[in-house]
């Protein structure tokens, strides 16, 4: 079963950052797309970035020009670098295969607040 154990939130002021971490069970390193999702309270889940093995990326519009996804295939890592945070960015943050074909993690916590 694909594990995924995200890392790596925290609480922020609007305009910081913060740099996300996913780690997969090592069984499972050769999916082909990652992605991040994150849930806010009250709302359903959303995309939030995705990346192939070949680091072609796609970002939800409301993270454009704000978020970076990258991964590591060596080590399998897949990381969410978040500048430029505002409070709607507040969510817990899960990384899943694209389409979140398996189990979801426990998710990591993202507070923007001042």
């Known amino acids: 079963q694909v594990q995924f154990v995200e890392s790596g939130g925290g609480l922020v002021q609007p305009g910081g950052s913060l740099k996300l971490s996913c780690a997969v069970s090592a069984r499972f390193i050769s999916i082909t797309i990652m992605a991040w999702y994150r849930q806010a309270p009250g709302k359903q889940r959303e995309f939030v970035a995705s990346i192939d093995r070949n680091g072609n990326t796609n970002y939800a519009d409301s993270v454009k020009g704000r978020f970076t996804i990258s991964r590591n295939n060596a080590k399998n890592p897949v990381y969410l670098q978040m500048n430029g945070l505002k409070p709607e960015d507040t969510a817990v943050y899960y990384c899943?295969?694209?389409?979140?074909?398996?189990?979801w993690g426990q998710g990591t916590q993202v507070t923007v607040s001042s």
């Open positions: 899943n295969s694209d389409g979140g074909l398996y189990s």
